[in-house]
């Protein structure tokens, strides 16, 4: 009785071990089918790539080209040569090409696929070893960034990595525009990994980037990177910015941002930032200030003194504008019409507001002025009174209007936007000290936008570079447009404004741009730095040309400088020597001029 029990277990056993065999089986066979079937070019294509052997080829970068023609970023020839461990024979040659002799044995004897062991070798060496013919040792063009004019510009058209992907600047902005799309060169190999020569390469060429072509003009950023370093120098300051841009429609012509840095070289550190001041403690536990060199610098201070040294001032930081912005104020007085060309002022050197005194920067006072003479002579407490008739609703909203709230939508990455109180928290004080330009602060293109709308008619603009990308064969690929608002302030307050700007340059305050032949609008700076009373100022100067009609409006910031720090004294010349180069090259013709006396 047990052995038949036993029998029967066994053969129960016996059949489910047979059923799951054959279940195992069938879906075996099933799996094969659709393997066969269905899924047959899949893995035809897997097994393809298992001997396929891919180096890509790298698309050519789109040049940078200033739109007088001037080839500002460009391209030049490299080679990276890579190894493949399976197919090299003589590993001593290999290793014996002259390059870092222990990296590239390293690579000989790793078991790889492909190694690579030298990017951006010049031409000159790829050629000759690609000649020495050695199995094994793959030789591949490629490219690399080459900037023609070294620190032109640098702080605008910026950077690639060893990617040639783009970093900063202009660079990176348009990187979809400039970069193109890699090809690849494809080889077969057997089992073992060896080329199988007589199935020859494949190649997918790839496709090259776009031309961007830009406003920058060479001509006109070089005479004005030139005015900036012979001021910087003089006046042995931070920093020295200028801009020159087309007041009309908002293009760039010029920006520089002295001490600029090598675009070929752009981790090395420039002279000016090859050290570091920091506080450390001491051993009795003491704030002791030092300066270290960039031979003791941490990798992290050398990185905080690249980005410092990368930093454009003219839209990445923002500062108190100080007088320049008194255009702004008298706009909206005149926009509103709480002030008028007949009404008066009188200064006797200070204003009291809100139990606080504030000065003139003439002490003694200007005594009786005129709407026209309180702009001619910079007047505080005359604006600090233009102001407070505007309120501090309307003058937000003329701020407003003249996009002075707003980032200005520069194509350059990192535009810094506006600081200011909130308009329910802005008093009696917070709006005697806009009036004049303190209290808040903005970057320098904001303000250069704001004055040009004031004097193109009511207009505001985007300020930009980009005018359209063109393809290898020379045919325009894309153009670009930019937004512009109408009715920023009107035709007649402009036209007004246009005036009185001419007489701060004929008369008043901007005297030192003035150039005989030309009508030149303008107006003058000195904003003192946080913390008041630290002894440093930031100098500066607005001017355009023809005041009546304008084509061109430049503005200069002399960051700290030593010694005399009058806006007018010392940053107008600046503006004025740039006008002298850029205004028979930009076609503006000298006339006889004649001022009214009124």
């Known amino acids: 009785m047990e052995n038949r029990r036993n029998i029967g ?14 279940a195992l089986v069938i879906l075996l066979l099933v799996r094969l089918a659709v393997i066969m079937l269905v899924e047959s070019e899949y893995y035809g294509q897997r097994a393809k790539e298992l001997h396929e052997r891919e180096r890509p080829i790298k698309a050519a970068r789109g040049r940078i080209i200033s739109e007088d023609g001037t080839v500002l970023a460009s391209n030049k020839t490299v080679c990276t040569i890579s190894v493949v461990h399976a197919q090299i024979t003589d590993p001593e040659r290999v290793i014996e090409l002259g390059m870092d002799r222990e990296k590239v044995s390293k690579s000989v004897n790793k078991v790889s696929s492909m190694e ?9 060496v790829g050629d000759a070893i690609r000649e020495y013919g050695l199995d094994g040792v793959k030789v591949d063009e490629d490219s690399r960034r080459y900037y023609p004019f070294g620190n032109l510009a640098s702080k605008v058209i910026g950077f690639t990595g060893s990617d040639n992907q783009g970093i900063i600047g202009l660079e990176v902005r348009y990187e979809e525009e400039l970069a193109g799309k890699a090809g690849q060169i494809l080889t077969m190999t057997d089992a073992g990994g060896i080329e199988l020569k007589e199935e020859g390469e494949s190649r997918i060429e790839p496709v090259n980037g776009d031309d961007l072509i830009i406003s920058l003009d060479y001509n006109i950023q070089t005479y004005a990177q030139q005015a900036a370093y012979k001021a910087y120098e003089a006046k042995q300051a931070k920093r020295v910015s200028i801009i020159v841009m087309n007041p009309q429609d908002g293009k760039i012509y010029a920006m520089v941002n002295v001490p600029e840095y090598n675009l070929n070289a752009p981790y090395t550190l420039t002279e000016e930032y090859s050290y570091m001041t920091v506080t450390e403690k001491n051993d009795n536990g003491e704030d002791v200030t030092r300066t270290i060199s960039k031979d ?6 050398k990185m905080d003194l690249l980005n410092t040294m990368w930093r454009n001032f003219c839209i990445n930081d923002t500062y108190e504008p100080g007088s320049t912005f008194k255009m702004i104020t008298a706009t909206a007085a005149l926009e ?24 003139c920067h003439k002490t003694a006072g200007h005594g009786s002025q005129t709407f026209a ?3 001619m002579n910079s007047c505080n407490p005359a604006f600090i009174t233009w102001g407070s008739r505007v309120g501090a609703e309307d003058f937000f909203a003329y701020m407003k209007k003249l996009g002075l709230l707003g980032r200005t939508g520069v194509d350059l990455p990192g535009e810094a936007g506006t600081i ?25 293109l904001q303000l250069l936008r704001a004055a040009s709308a004031i004097i193109n ?47 701060v340059v004929s008369e008043g305050g901007g005297k030192r741009c003035y150039i005989e032949g030309y009508r030149i609008g303008g107006k003058t700076a000195t904003s003192q730095k946080l913390p008041r009373g630290s002894g440093k100022y930031i100098a500066s100067f607005i001017g355009f040309a023809p005041a009546d009609d304008p084509q061109v409006i430049a503005m200069c910031i002399i960051d700290e400088p030593q010694g005399i720090y009058y806006g007018g004294t010392i940053a107008a010349p600046v503006i004025r020597e740039v006008f002298e180069n850029i205004l028979p090259y930009l076609g503006i013709e000298q006339e006889v001029v004649e001022f009214s006396n009124e």
Not at 9 to 22: A, I, Q, S, Y
Not at 429 to 441: H, I, K
């Open 9 to 22: 277990r066994m053969k129960r056993k016996l059949m489910f071990g047979v059923t799951l065999m054959m």
């Open 116 to 124: 690579r062991i030298k990017t951006n070798v010049t031409k000159e």
């Open 296 to 301: 003791e610098l941490t990798n992290e201070q």
């Open 336 to 359: 509103k019409g709480v002030v008028s060309l007949n009404d008066s002022f009188y200064c006797k050197g200070s204003l009291t507001i809100g139990g606080r005194t504030i000065r």
């Open 373 to 375: 003479e309180t702009l």
């Open 420 to 444: 200011i109180h909130k308009l329910e928290n802005v008093g009696e004080v917070e709006l005697a000290t806009m009036s004049f330009g303190q209290s808040f602060q903005i970057t320098p």
């Open 457 to 503: 008619g009511g207009t505001l603009i985007t300020p930009h570079f980009a005018v359209r990308t063109v393809n290898e064969a020379g045919e325009t690929t894309k153009v670009f447009e930019y937004e512009t608002v109408e009715n920023a302030v009107s035709k007649e307050t402009g036209g007004l404004m246009k005036q009185l700007l001419e007489k």
